[in-house]
């Protein structure tokens, strides 16, 4: 019996690559998503994956909607906390509802994610939690101190629950991918993405959903159980930490 990963914010950008990645690698998927009944709906007629929908913001959302993937799909062996959102502004003109709203979705989701799962993981003494961080969580970002704090905390996650969970099985990693070349991304002017933004990236192009993809497959294998406590910079030699 495969092993069942869920892959939260996983219908769409970095996320859809990572469901698909996982499906392909033998994994049976579960891509949750908070909002967008249609991409979800395509997303899984595109490629047979199930999607579930339910706000990693909301912790009792999160032990409903885990309990119902457990009961469709079998226990969770991978979770890849993927969903993020972003609320920019400089901060004098940030409010508490950009800075609550980001922190509650991109930190504390990671959380009410990850403690529906962990007595199951520990029980069995295995486990994969892979946690999607950011450039931006490893050098700050004008514009974005509410993203940077989260994300930077998510690489303190990352390392502290490593520690807990390494003598019963569970691998506790991060990616912060730099610029990905996401809808989102690609949606940015031409000119600012090519006069701006490219020339930072030593490479000289925007990676791909599918190589933050790869990373995530290889941090949930058999092949990365002495991996623990560790992040990827998968940024194309943006930074370097």
């Not at 969770?76 to 993020?84: D, M, S, T």
Request: a neutral charge; proline letters at 3%.
């Amino acid at each position: 019996m495969s092993k069942v990963a869920i892959v939260t914010g996983g219908s769409r950008g970095i996320g859809a690559a990572i469901s698909i990645a996982l499906k392909q690698a033998g994994y049976t998927v579960a891509a949750n998503y908070a909002g967008n009944d249609e991409a979800a709906a395509k997303f899984t007629a595109e490629t047979g994956i199930k999607t579930y929908k339910w706000s990693v913001a909301d912790y009792d959302a999160c032990v409903a909607g885990i309990a119902q993937v457990e009961a469709d799909l079998g226990p969770v062996a991978v979770l890849v906390n993927n969903a993020g959102i972003t609320r920019d502004g400089m901060f004098h003109k940030m409010t508490p509802q950009m800075w609550n709203e980001v922190i509650n979705t991109n930190l504390t989701g990671l959380f009410n994610m990850t403690n529906p799962v962990w007595g199951g993981m520990r029980e069995r003494k295995y486990g994969r939690v892979i946690n999607i961080s950011s450039i931006n969580g490893q050098k700050g970002q004008a514009g974005q101190v509410n993203y940077s704090a989260a994300k930077a905390g998510d690489i303190g996650f990352t390392r502290a629950l490593a520690q807990e969970g390494a003598r019963a099985g569970i691998t506790v990693n991060a990616i912060c991918p730099g610029y990905i070349g996401t809808d989102m991304v690609r949606a940015i002017d031409e000119t600012v993405l090519k006069e701006r933004i490219i020339p930072q990236i030593p490479v000289g192009r925007l990676g791909e959903p599918e190589e933050i993809a790869r990373c995530v497959v290889f941090l949930a294998s058999e092949d990365a159980g002495f991996v623990t406590g560790s992040t990827i910079s998968a940024n194309g030699g943006q930074y370097f930490s």
